[in-house]
């Protein structure tokens, strides 16, 4: 069993930056991966960004690169999602979620995070 918690959503300008937290407890933090994913309202969820076990490899969706970067501290068993150049587009709820490898492939994520709401006005 892995919880899940994000935190660090909020209501932002357009052009500005955040940076989620998600604290895991439960396995041992560095034997899985993990991943971001957001569901805007009325869409399905889709994925974001995702990090390798040991923070080596990341991959991005096409719509972040360049703008969000996720990164994670085994010592604090916590992934991070750096949000910067913020669009409308990107008001979601922000999922963080683990999987046995670094994919961005939804169904390979087995425990989820409640979510955290971002907002960017225009």
């Known amino acids: 069993q892995v919880q899940l918690v994000e935190s660090g959503g909020g209501l932002v300008q357009a052009g500005g930056s955040l940076r989620l937290s998600c604290a895991a407890s439960g396995r041992t933090f560095s034997r899985y991966a993990l991943g971001w994913f957001r569901q805007a309202p009325g869409k399905e969820r889709e994925f974001v960004a995702t990090?390798?076990?040991?923070?080596?490899?990341?991959y991005y969706a096409d719509s972040v690169k360049g703008r969000f970067t996720i990164s994670r501290d085994n010592a604090k068993n916590t992934v991070y999602l750096q949000i910067d150049s913020l669009k409308p587009e990107d008001t979601a709820v922000y999922y963080c979620?683990?999987?046995?490898?670094?994919?961005?492939?939804?169904?390979?994520?087995?425990?989820w995070g409640q979510g955290t709401q971002v907002t960017v006005s225009s």
């Open positions: 990090i390798s076990r040991n923070g080596g490899s990341t």
């Open positions: 979620a683990t999987s046995p490898v670094a994919i961005s492939t939804m169904r390979a994520y087995d425990y």
